[in-house]
């Protein structure tokens, strides 16, 4: 199984930015889903967006757009989150999630695990922490 590991995390004020990194131990797939999700203390988790690492096609929830940016190097099989003008309600655990492409469906089916009330990602990572203080 693919180990993901997650840093950057920390502590920011709002208006500022952090950028979080998502690494793979390895990339059995030549093209992968990875999304980033969020869970802030007692509330569901929610989906943050996700990349598809053949074409780099995105996706971002509605809460995250024109904020946070999705992008990978596929060579260090790592993807990133840049957050910028965090804001109080961004506080929360944020994990990566991936799904290798081993049907070749392209970025669609990426769509389709993002959205599944029960996201069926075969690898998460263990989270980092995001705290924006106003």
């Known amino acids: 199984q693919v180990q993901l590991v997650e840093s950057g995390g920390g502590s920011v004020q709002a208006g500022g930015s952090l950028r979080l990194s998502c690494t793979a131990s390895r990339s059995t797939y030549t093209s992968n889903c990875m999304a980033w999700f969020r869970r802030a203390p007692g509330k569901e988790r929610e989906g943050v967006g996700y990349?598809?690492?053949?074409?780099?096609?995105?996706y971002y929830a509605d809460s995250v757009k024109g904020r946070f940016t999705i992008s990978r190097d596929n060579a260090k099989n790592t993807v990133y989150l840049q957050m910028n003008s965090l804001k109080p309600e961004d506080t929360a655990m944020y994990y990566c999630?991936?799904?290798?492409?081993?049907?070749?469906?392209?970025?669609?089916?990426?769509?389709?695990?993002?959205?599944?009330?029960?996201?069926?990602?075969?690898?998460w990572g263990q989270g980092t922490q995001v705290t924006v203080s106003s």
């Open positions: 990349i598809y690492t053949g074409s780099g096609s995105t």
């Open positions: 999630a991936a799904e290798g492409d081993y049907y070749n469906r392209g970025s669609g089916y990426c769509y389709n695990l993002f959205v599944a009330d029960d996201p069926a990602f075969s690898s």
